[in-house]
């Protein structure tokens, strides 16, 4: 059988669409719920139902078809280093958020979203463009909040084998006990042996991987305006990776071992007019590199922890409008058990206002923001948002937004004289149109960074400017049973200053598009998934000069069959053509790989 031909059989056959029947109520926007139709910003959301229909084996799995996602910088398979790059900027200009708050990881260094459970998720918001006027630093690129509370009634257990000798078991249970409270424990083992992601080296060895995390989880109506929830996440990461001889020498660290842990609790207030809340959360990130050889005794660690605290108010002066403001503090620490790094504790107090009104059809959106920071001074940020529904079901929105970044504790070590915040200036305009056979959106915007840091070796980083300009455009359709979604990102990220002018910035493919649709037959979900991402210059593994790693394509097919109303059969086959790529030069994608398991829920 061709494989042209079995493209064409599969192609109306397809699963997953990235939106669904589920709720798309988001917190991302603002911190409190709102409908996501009313956002003035590119969101998508990605639903629990979703999850399971796309049987991702990591988050890089379930993210990487999202417009305005690339994981530029990824060493391997399960588990392996992988960096993600939202519309051009850098992989730290992404903030990440575990129910809503900043994880410990970014203390230190950006968040691997390779090492992040997957089992306990139970939702994804994410959204594109500068978000620092409502949450601060690191929000240039866009913002990422995983959620892991339900509360929707489940008890589930699934078991999990495949490719590379991988095994997974997860067993999840969330259950309102009493009318007022909910409680939820979720906890997962997984494990490959992995394959020799770089195999023209002289450690020819296969590189494993194993993680266990724990989700515990109460949540308690106090009376019809009140309620309080309390949320446990940990896991714990053991991974084998290869090291660059030639230029890290030998030996070099192989094994890794990583610890995390975050505790959030809240209080909130809310009525038809008046909505309220008060966080506080505490995460612990710890990670250790050694070589096998030599012996754990002689790793390199870093451990950092986060304390945090916030509030807001939100009031509905009328069905047109509201105001909301609120503050929160954040302090980073370097734990005194680190050892490779140096730095003070770090505080940070930031308050914020915003005020949105719509005269239909005009909506206006105008939010700021000053946060102070104990290292690097005081930061106004501000975001604006016109938005105009047009005839015959079309949408424009235009918006400008300016944010800054802070340099995290690796970066301070590295940087010479003294560094200042990374700046940034967007402006974006937004077109959309939703009909009764189909919908689309198309975004336009530039992203101007100052002072942006970027990494010239391992150990080297410096300072340059850049202006990305770039086009995203989603379709969402659906012909005959199949349902449709496509995506195709054009990103200019060019570098403004020497020696690089003129360039596009490392790890980013100018062109990236993904097409994922899916169809219920026969009791059967079925789904196929397309990613492009083309070709795109990387460091060159030894020397680490400029070098152009070659564009590809990967096909991923899945089906999901309930073989009683409790017994859910699935399979899925990753890189279905056995491609052979790279996404970092000298590092090897995996081949083709398949998974097969079933769900049990009570």
Do not use: C
Request: hydrophobic share 35%; proline share 4%; no cysteine.
């Amino acid at each position: 059988m061709s494989k042209n031909w079995l493209a064409a059989t599969l192609l109306p056959w397809a699963a997953f669409a990235q939106n669904s029947t589920e709720s798309t109520d988001i917190t991302i926007y603002n911190r409190v719920e709102q409908p996501a139709t009313s956002a003035l910003a590119p969101v998508e959301v990605i639903t629990k139902a979703e999850i399971e229909r796309r049987q991702p084996r990591s988050l890089v799995d379930l993210l990487e078809t999202l417009p305005g996602m690339q994981f530029g910088s990824q060493s391997g398979g399960i588990g392996q280093l992988s960096s993600l790059f939202v519309r051009g900027t850098e992989s730290a200009h992404v903030l990440v958020l575990m129910n809503g708050r900043p994880m410990a990881q970014m203390v230190s260094s950006n968040v691997d979203f390779s090492q992040l459970p997957v089992s306990n998720v139970e939702r994804i918001e994410y959204i594109r463009g500068p978000r620092a006027a409502i949450y601060g630093s690191r929000a240039i690129g866009g913002v990422v909040n995983i959620i892991t509370t339900s509360q929707v009634n489940s008890a589930q257990v699934g078991v999990t084998t495949g490719s590379n000798d991988y095994y997974a078991a997860d067993v999840s249970i969330n259950q309102w006990v009493t009318d007022a409270t909910r409680l939820q424990l979720a906890t997962g083992y997984r494990e490959t042996r992995g394959y020799d992601v770089i195999p023209d080296n002289s450690q020819s060895d296969r590189d494993g991987f194993d993680s266990k995390n724990l989700t515990l989880g109460i949540e308690h109506k106090l009376n019809q305006a009140w309620s309080w929830d309390t949320n446990f996440n940990g896991w714990e990461n053991n991974t084998e990776y290869d090291y660059y001889e030639p230029y890290f020498g030998s030996p070099g660290s192989d094994s890794n071992h990583t610890e995390a842990y975050q505790v959030d609790t809240g209080i909130r207030y809310q009525d038809e007019q008046l909505t309220g809340q008060l966080n506080a959360s505490y995460g612990e990130y710890e990670s250790e590199d050694w070589n096998t050889e030599s012996g754990r005794d002689t790793a390199s660690n870093i451990s950092t922890a986060t304390h945090r605290l916030d509030g807001l108010v939100q009031y509905h002066y009328s069905e047109q409008g509201y105001i909301l403001s609120g503050m929160d503090w954040q302090r980073d620490r370097l734990l005194a058990e680190t050892t490779s790094y140096s730095a003070p504790d770090r505080d940070n107090t930031g308050v914020y206002a915003s005020v949105f009104h719509t005269w239909s059809p005009v909506s206006v959106e105008l939010t700021g923001r000053v946060d102070d920071n104990e290292q690097f001074g005081t930061h106004g940020t501000w975001q604006s948002a016109l938005s105009v529904d047009l005839p015959n079901q079309h949408k424009t929105t235009l918006s400008y937004g300016t944010a800054f970044r802070a340099p995290n504790f690796i970066e301070l070590n590295f940087l010479s004289g003294e560094p200042e915040p990374e700046k940034s200036e967007n402006i974006e305009l937004s077109l959309e149109g939703d009909y009764s056979l189909f919908s689309w959106q198309m975004n336009l915007y530039r992203n101007d960074i100052k002072g942006l840091l970027f990494n010239q070796t391992p150990t080297v980083k410096d300072n340059t400017d850049a202006v990305i300009e770039g086009v995203e455009f989603v379709i969402k359709t659906t012909t005959g049973p199949v349902h449709h979604t496509a995506s195709f990102d054009y990103t200019d990220a060019e570098d403004k200053r020497a020696p690089n002018q003129g360039k596009q910035l490392l790890n980013r493919a100018k062109r990236k598009f993904s097409w994922t649709g899916d169809v219920d037959v026969a009791r059967t979900n079925l789904f196929v998934q397309v990613l492009y991402v083309g070709e795109r210059e990387t460091p060159d593994a030894v020397t680490f000069e400029r070098t152009f790693t070659p564009s590809y394509t990967i096909w991923n097919i899945g089906a999901r069959y309930p073989l009683t109303r409790q017994l859910i059969l699935n399979g899925k086959i990753n890189n279905l053509f056995d491609k052979d790529y790279q996404v970092v030069d000298g590092y090897d994608a995996p081949d083709m790989e398949f998974y097969v398991g079933a769900d049990y829920r009570f």
